[in-house]
């Protein structure tokens, strides 16, 4: 028999066994009226828990659980055990919620947890930057109130889910936000948002450069083709004419491999395992070299000056310094003028070395200069073919500049010429004899 039914039988044995000297004293009416007495102080002592039990349950805490005696001791004592376990339960839960939330809220994505009706539950900061939601003041509001781009509302009705959904942000039109619906628990969705801005820029890059490599290598491919072609169905070569189609492909040719060559060098720049291993730079020397190749490159159509009042050296690449040295020399002779002047400093600057190509070319307007560095960017696009650039040069520059920490400043008036200098900080300075 159960602690349960063995309380209660017993508190009823006890009173019948009172109440049967009574009866054999006082009489059969006294004993009973003694036996009933007991019954309904009994049965007022359980009403007086029940009421106690029902005060509780209008404002359960596991703290204020009543008191009991009995079988009351019992039921009480195992109410609160179970209060107790519920709230431990709970806390958990909470904590588990909060974890989950302090993880969404520090998420790159936006995420936005909708009802099976599409009502907003919460949202995380990144949501809110995205769709310009409230967390607070937009819970229970329907998505498509807020949210009110025709794409999307096309999109949530659709219930097709399984490709993302293109979409600029509401807050800012240059945003561009790739958006998923994700279908969980009881009819329950997530709404995920990413910025994929950058993502699309990059892709733009990546499209504008095969359009520009393949217009670069088109004229010259078609040069080359056309001369092959006239040379093949020529019935007489003649000599002075084969020699001048040979020298224009050979041109072309040259023209090419100095655009592949350019090519792969940005590709080595750019390559992350590619690490700069530093060397100790002569700069002093290598500017003196480079003013020589200079002389010889402008063929006396230029006057060529030195200027070198640091003897500091450089930490960094020797070879890449050199081709963006040269790359900055070579436009100088290339855009400068004949009878024109091209001069190269090598100076400490404020506590920074300053390598810097000066020329009194016909300058460049100011809405030029800051996309100068940009892949395949021209001011003049056919005089640049006709000097023979690739369009790359200050690009490869820029990223050379990059890997030494180094920046490059352009100054330049249209009809006084231009000042391209690269500024090294000084921790990369080498001192003489250091």
């Not at 904590?95 to 520090?106: C, G, I, N, Y």
């Not at 009705?157 to 945003?175: G, I, V």
């Not at 920490?405 to 010429?417: D, N, V, W």
């Amino acid at each position: 028999m159960s602690d349960f039914w063995w309380r209660p039988l017993t508190t009823l044995a006890l009173l019948l066994l009172l109440a049967l000297p009574l009866w054999g004293i006082f009489g059969l009416a006294t004993a009973l009226a003694v036996l009933c007495g007991s019954l309904l102080l009994l049965l007022f002592f359980h009403l007086r828990q029940l009421r106690e039990l029902d005060i509780w349950l209008q404002q359960p805490e596991p703290s204020a659980v009543p008191h009991g005696s009995g079988l009351w001791e019992q039921t009480f004592s195992s109410l609160y055990h179970l209060m107790r376990l519920q709230s431990r339960s709970q806390r958990r839960l909470s904590v588990t919620l909060e974890r989950f939330q302090d993880a969404a809220k520090a998420m790159p994505d936006g995420i936005v947890v909708l009802d099976e009706v599409d009502r907003i539950e919460w949202c995380n900061s990144m949501a809110e930057v995205h769709f310009g939601l409230d967390n607070e003041r937009d819970r229970g509001q329907h998505i498509s109130y807020l949210l009110r781009q025709p794409q999307f509302a096309d999109y949530l009705n659709a219930r097709n889910y399984s490709e993302p959904l293109l979409l600029k942000s509401a807050r800012n039109r240059d945003t561009t936000l790739s958006i998923q619906m994700v279908p969980y628990g009881d009819k329950q969705k997530l709404l995920i948002s990413r910025d994929i801005t950058q993502l699309e820029r990059v892709e733009a890059v990546r499209r504008d450069f095969v359009a520009n490599v393949s217009h670069e290598m088109r004229t010259p491919l078609t040069v080359v083709g056309g001369f092959l072609e006239t040379l093949l169905h020529m019935d007489r070569w003649e000599v002075q004419q084969t020699r001048k189609h040979l020298q224009l492909m050979l041109d072309q040719t040259h023209r090419m491999q100095r655009l592949v060559e350019d090519l792969l060098t940005l590709s080595k720049l750019e390559s992350a395992q590619d690490a700069l291993k530093d060397e100790r730079v002569n700069v002093p020397q290598l500017v003196s070299t480079l003013a020589n190749e200079a002389q010889t490159l402008s063929a006396g159509r230029h006057e060529i000056r030195l200027m070198l009042t640091s003897a500091s050296g450089v930490l960094g690449s020797e070879h890449e310094l050199r081709s963006a040295f040269g790359n900055l020399l070579s436009n100088a002779v290339r855009y400068t003028p004949e009878g024109g002047e091209i001069t190269l400093r090598w100076e400490k600057k404020g506590g920074e070395g300053v390598f810097s190509v000066q020329d009194t070319g016909e300058g460049i307007e100011p809405h030029h200069i800051p996309r100068l560095t940009e892949r395949f960017y021209r001011v003049d696009r056919s005089r640049s073919r006709e000097t023979g650039g690739t369009g790359l040069g200050l690009a490869i520059v820029k990223h050379v500049l990059s890997r030494h920490q180094a920046r490059l400043e352009i100054s330049s008036k249209p009809g006084e010429g231009s000042t391209f200098s690269v500024c090294f900080p000084a921790r990369r300075l080498l001192e003489q004899g250091a």
